[in-house]
């Protein structure tokens, strides 16, 4: 958990879960680009909540294809953020899961969602409501080896859903962590 240093009162604006890449893949909540929106969010005076997946680490269970990982983002929300404002974000398969999450908590009305890398030709990706798509960061990498960018586009442009797109970017965005921790910070400020 990182909490923002500084706010005006000491107040936050609200809480983020952050969803890390595929468990199977080496995915943790250590990822690089889980880090980098963490830090995003603190910066933009956000509490970030990064939680490694069942089965990863510490954690107990085994690898459940996305639907046993959707209940742990589930718990993880309703355990440090049951109330009051709420963000979610995920990288590759993370993003995944968060889609179903964002779904999930329509009720709870998530302010800000970022979907880094999102795995649209690897698993079965929620569409994203038209109520949440002004408040929804899709940001993927133009040279994307692992999920590529035309997935992500064929997922989207049935639901309007605009795609920011780095030029030059890989999955991992090697050298452009910067930039994608400066995309999502001007997206929270929006």
Do not use: C
């Not at 046993?68 to 440090?80: K, M, R, T, W």
């Amino acid at each position: 958990m990182d909490e923002p240093q500084g706010q005006p009162g000491g107040t936050e604006r609200g809480t983020v879960v952050l969803a890390h890449p595929h468990p199977l893949f080496g995915g943790t909540m250590d990822n690089k680009v889980v880090q980098t929106l963490a830090r995003a969010f603190v910066q933009s005076g956000w509490r970030a909540v990064r939680f490694n997946f069942r089965g990863v680490g510490a954690s107990e269970g085994t690898y459940d294809h996305g639907t046993g990982e959707l209940q742990d983002l589930l718990a993880v929300v309703q355990h440090v953020a049951p109330t009051g404002p709420l963000a979610l974000a995920g990288f590759s398969f993370g993003a995944f899961v968060t889609s179903h999450a964002l779904t999930a908590l329509v009720e709870r009305n998530p302010e800000k969602v970022v979907l880094v890398g999102t795995a649209a030709s690897r698993f079965s990706v929620a569409p994203v409501s038209t109520e949440f798509h002004d408040r929804t960061l899709v940001l993927h990498g133009e040279e994307d080896d692992t999920v590529p960018l035309s997935d992500v586009m064929n997922w989207a442009r049935p639901q309007s859903l605009p795609v920011t797109v780095v030029p030059g970017g890989g999955h991992f965005f090697h050298g452009q962590l910067p930039l994608l921790r400066n995309i999502v910070a001007r997206h929270l400020r929006g």
